[in-house]
């Protein structure tokens, strides 16, 4: 069992920056058996999509969209595991609810956090 807490979301003005972060915990077996993290968001009216994901090995993968202003990270502790993405350069198409995803022996998701871009 994995949960998953995200923290970092707000309000920022089109050409500005956030950090969101992701905390994973839980039981021993499921944060070893992570095998990749993600962050994926849903604006309104749309589906959700993939952002960024990095796996263990610590290979990255970008939508589009987002490729040169990104970027995703991940720091492990002891039971703990950290997922970060960098934000930069932020444009009001990029306003979304973010949420942290793991695959593990399940897929896990977090409650996800807002961002909003103003224009």
């Known amino acids: 069992q994995v949960q998953l807490v995200e923290s970092g979301g707000g309000l920022v003005q089109a050409g500005g920056s956030l950090r969101l972060s992701c905390a994973a915990s839980g039981s021993i077996f499921g944060i070893i058996g992570i095998r990749a993290m993600g962050w994926y968001r849903q604006a309104p009216g749309k589906q959700r999509e993939l952002v960024a994901s990095?796996?263990?090995?610590?290979?990255?993968?970008?939508a589009d969209s987002v490729k040169g202003r990104f970027t995703i990270s991940r720091d492990n502790a002891k039971n703990t595991v950290y997922l970060y993405l960098q934000m930069n350069s932020l444009k009001p198409e990029d306003s979304a609810v973010y949420f942290c995803?793991?695959?593990?022996?399940?897929?896990?998701w977090g409650q996800g956090t807002q961002v909003t871009v103003s224009s």
């Open positions: 995803h793991a695959f593990s022996q399940a897929v896990y």
């Open positions: 990095i796996n263990g090995g610590g290979s990255t993968n970008y």
